[in-house]
């Protein structure tokens, strides 16, 4: 499945809209303003909230926690000492731990579960904000890719000091 993930201009906090292929809006990720890190809430159109991302701000490199439900669903942390690479550990409950490994320039990343493909995020050229097309693999969990993108921007893309 392919979708859009887009960050909203001039908006109070990092704030993006997920589209489907279609063009239809199906998710609204919402930062919250003066937080000590970020903390995001992904939504659907009706507002019910399917997930939240919160930056852990005392850690050795950035670090962020996805929440399902109160549960923890994964843990991101970017590695600090990779050579011209960027590259991200996702830890998920049990043995189905991810990597998000990214291009030298950070444009290209590809998540991956013991080598196979789950999913590529990329970022979209000539854009006034950031963009990123993902495509996520069959059977794969999409709300989890979709909330490694954020990150990635995040830590990648924001204008923070990550």
């Known amino acids: 499945m392919r979708f859009q993930l887009r960050q909203n201009w ?10 489907d292929e279609a063009g239809r809006e199906l998710l609204h990720v919402q930062g919250a303003g003066f937080t000590w890190g ?11 909230e399917l997930a939240e991302i919160k930056q852990i701000v005392f850690s050795w490199g950035p670090t962020y926690e996805i929440y399902r439900n109160g549960v923890l669903a994964a843990r991101m942390t970017k590695e600090l000492f990779t050579f011209f690479r960027c590259r991200f550990s996702i830890d ?13 320039w950070q444009y290209e990343f590809a998540i ?13 050229w000539f854009t006034w904000t950031d963009a990123y097309g993902v495509e996520v ?11 490694c993108a954020v990150v990635i921007d995040c830590c990648c893309h924001g204008n923070r000091s990550d």
């Open 10 to 19: 001039l908006s109070w906090g990092d704030s993006y809209v997920v589209k």
């Open 38 to 48: 970020n903390q995001l809430t992904i939504r659907e159109s009706n507002g019910l």
């Open 92 to 104: 998920v409950p049990g043995p189905n731990d991810l990597v998000a490994e990214g291009d030298f």
């Open 112 to 124: 991956r579960r013991g080598g196979e493909l789950v999913a590529t995020v990329s970022k979209q």
């Open 137 to 147: 693999a069959p059977r794969e969990d999409t709300l989890l890719v979709l909330a």
